[in-house]
């Protein structure tokens, strides 16, 4: 019979929680970081989505595509964290284009 291999893991091990605490701090760094830089990344980010990585922002069309940025820039940054940066207020319209087809 195929038996997989089971993997046991210590979910409060106290490096793992060691690791994953500095990863958040880290992640919150860059948040800090963000919220304090953010108006000089204005209006070329509004609109977009953003990624900070090594206290560096990068500015893309999607979050996907900043992401891909910040990890290229900062491989062993694993506290990168992104956002999308909308400044406009008030009600924003979906249409589904089959939809608005048929009217």
């Known amino acids: 019979m195929n038996e ?4 046991a893991e210590n979910r409060n091990d106290p490096a793992r ?3 994953i605490k ?5 992640a919150r760094g860059h948040r800090d ?4 830089h953010l108006d000089e990344l204005l209006p070329q ?3 977009k989505s953003i990624a900070v990585a090594g206290q560096e922002a990068f500015i ?8 891909v940025g910040a990890r290229a ?3 062993d940054d694993d506290g990168a964290m992104s956002r999308d940066v ?15 087809a048929g009217r």
């Open 73 to 75: 820039a900062h491989p």
């Open 22 to 26: 500095a990863r958040r701090e880290r």
């Open 60 to 67: 893309a069309e999607s979050v996907d595509e900043a992401k």
């Open 45 to 47: 980010a509004d609109g």
């Open 4 to 7: 997989s291999p089971v993997a």
């Open 17 to 19: 929680l060691a690791r």
């Open 86 to 100: 909308r400044l406009a207020r008030g009600p924003r319209i979906h249409a589904n284009r089959r939809q608005m």
């Open 33 to 36: 970081w963000l919220d304090a």
